[in-house]
């Protein structure tokens, strides 16, 4: 029998072991898959006026190949203007066993969603990551939600406005049904009292378009429902107003927790212990600032609000107490009943 001597074993045994480590790293690259294209669905509420940070942007990435682990805002200044155009750096994070290809291309990166471009990308951490800088549509096209729409006792409607807004557009519905066709305006009020002038409820859907860009809408908001009395529709329909349109731009009532309304000036300040004239109507507020109803000794007069604080005139109460033109009691006793 051919013996082997001990010299020639080993170096057989390493010549094995180094064929072995040589082919291991091809073998292991063999079995890593590539990820060669990428599709990213982006949504973004970017409200301008706000700090960077107090953005949400939601990215959805299709399949199962990666993941998105984070984002950082690559604008300049700290915060949100209405012009800023936003630029993002994006890390995809390769799930196990998948790696970015080193020849992926540009038009292979799909992006979905608020107009959002690919500007670059770079390949890390030997494939495990992908860095995209992406930018999205310019903030002049975004519409934040409406918010804070008011149906308010005099028949005007406010909302608070949005500042890439150009127009909105609401509809008035009477017991849960459109009354008549929509009506558009530029300003963030209107009073709609023509269309409140059957005793019913009543409640305003509201939504806006981009200023920039009128085929982005936003979604509708919707206001409180207000009940109107035969007295109100009554008075809404013999009294109509000859400017609806932007009758109080800034200022517009408010309503507290406890049900009660106040009226906000729109320069910091409101009415208390005193009258004060609103859209053609003449309302009370008391010490504290809130709209009296009822029965009001004023100055030695004694005058009558309704249950939605316009002071009435020239008419008989309820309770058969005759009111002037100026709106007091012309006599102290009760006009006999029929």
């Not at 898959?33 to 959805?60: H, M, R, Y």
């Not at 604080?309 to 102290?332: F, H």
Request: with cysteine.
């Amino acid at each position: 029998m051919k013996k082997h001597s001990m010299k020639h074993l080993t170096a057989a045994a390493a010549a094995v072991a180094l064929a072995l480590l040589t082919a291991f790293p091809s073998w292991a690259a063999s079995t890593t898959k590539k990820i060669t294209s990428v599709t990213l669905q982006i949504e973004a509420d970017i409200e301008p006026g706000t700090d960077f940070g107090e953005e949400s942007i939601d990215f959805d990435a299709s399949g199962d190949k990666f993941y998105v682990g984070d984002y950082e805002v690559k604008n300049d200044g700290q915060a949100w203007e209405e012009d800023t155009v936003p630029k993002l750096e994006v890390t995809l994070e390769a799930n196990d066993d998948y790696r970015f290809s080193t020849s992926i291309r540009k038009d292979k990166i799909r992006l979905k969603g608020v107009g959002a471009v690919c500007k670059g990308a770079a390949r890390k951490e030997a494939g495990q990551q992908l860095v995209l800088t992406i930018e999205l549509d310019s903030l002049t096209k975004s519409l934040r939600p409406i918010e804070n729409v008011r149906l308010n006792p005099d028949g005007v409607v406010t909302w608070d406005p949005v500042s890439t807004a150009g127009s909105y557009e609401f509809r008035v519905y009477r017991d849960g049904k459109s009354v008549g066709s929509a009506i558009t305006t530029t300003y963030n009020s209107y009073n709609c009292s023509e269309k409140l002038t059957k005793s019913a409820n009543y409640y305003v859907k509201v939504k806006a378009y981009n200023k920039v860009d009128s085929s982005i809408e936003g979604e509708w908001a919707e206001s409180n429902t207000m009940y109107v009395d035969a007295n109100m529709a009554s008075y809404f329909k013999d009294n109509p107003v000859e400017n609806p349109e932007g009758v109080y731009p800034y200022s517009s009532w408010k309503q507290a927790e406890d049900g009660r309304w106040w009226y906000d000036n729109g320069d910091g300040t409101y009415p208390r212990s005193n009258w004060q004239e609103i859209g053609g109507k003449w309302y009370f507020f008391d010490a504290e600032g809130y709209m009296v109803t009822g029965w009001i000794d004023w100055e030695g007069k004694r005058y009558f609000c309704n249950e939605s604080g316009e002071m009435l005139k020239d008419c008989i109460t309820e309770d058969n107490y005759r009111l002037g033109e100026d709106g007091a009691v012309i006599s102290q006793d009760p006009v006999p009943g029929p």
